[in-house]
């Protein structure tokens, strides 16, 4: 099991619910990403924090708002969703941001959109 | 900018025999490189990277990968395959931010 943990696992909600997507990581890191999988696309980075601030934002709906309110933890709030949002949200960190630095995902939510 | 196709959406050997699964990369900078596993409902596990060290890379499992720049390759292999191997495989090229690009996955599947 990896030192990053994600809650809840699972997660039903309607389009006009707010809910939100915790992440905690237990390495010492100091760069945290929110990824979404897809069913039959590639993984998309869709954010990047590095020592709290936000560094890269992929062109992602504003349905989706990030926060990390310090190095451990990074939440995603979620608000009037559309069916296609329907995916496994994968939270990772790594030590840095430069390029050789793996990155260590935790087990996903799985997000369904009614 | 940088892209990376893995060559197979699904391969399938039987237990005991070699793995190969290819990947192929694009990168305007000197790539790190990675291979992840994915079993299902986990998340992604590093199996190995490269980082322009020694371009035979070891990882865990039994896994390795060779760094070929001429071939702008990154292929997978190991020499006997485990019932415990099947997974979803990724191919990752890593740029400036440590920004992950992701190959679209290789389903493999072990006979028994």
């Known amino acids: 099991e990896t030192g990053v943990t994600q809650t809840p696992r699972h997660l039903v909600m309607g389009m006009t619910n707010k809910k939100s997507l915790k992440c905690e990581q237990h390495l010492g890191h100091n760069a945290m990403y929110w990824y979404k999988q897809s069913a039959k696309k590639p993984l998309e980075l869709m954010f990047v924090?590095?020592?709290?601030?936000?560094?890269e934002n992929n062109s992602v709906p504003s349905r989706f708002s990030p926060e990390c309110p310090n190095s451990s933890h990074l939440f995603l709030h979620l608000h009037t969703l559309q069916p296609e949002d329907s995916a496994l949200y994968l939270c990772a960190s790594s030590q840095g941001t430069g390029s050789a630095y793996e990155q260590y995902f935790g087990p996903g939510t799985r997000l369904t959109v009614t | 900018a940088q892209s990376v196709t893995q060559l197979d959406s699904h391969v399938s050997v039987s237990e005991g025999t070699p793995v190969l699964l290819r990947c192929n990369y694009s990168?305007?900078?000197?790539?790190?490189l990675f291979w992840y596993v994915q079993h299902p409902n986990k998340g992604l596990q590093l199996l190995l990277k490269?980082?322009?060290?020694?371009?035979l890379v070891k990882g865990i499992n039994g896994f390795e990968a060779e760094f070929k720049k001429s071939e702008t390759s990154f292929h997978l292999t190991k020499p006997s395959a485990h019932m415990s191997d099947a997974a979803e495989y990724f191919c990752v090229v890593s740029g400036p931010g440590n920004m992950l690009t992701f190959g679209g996955g290789t389903r493999l599947m072990v006979k028994p």
């Open positions: 924090y590095s020592l709290e601030e936000r560094v």
């Open positions: 490269y980082t322009s060290a020694a371009t």
């Open positions: 990168s305007s900078y000197s790539p790190s």
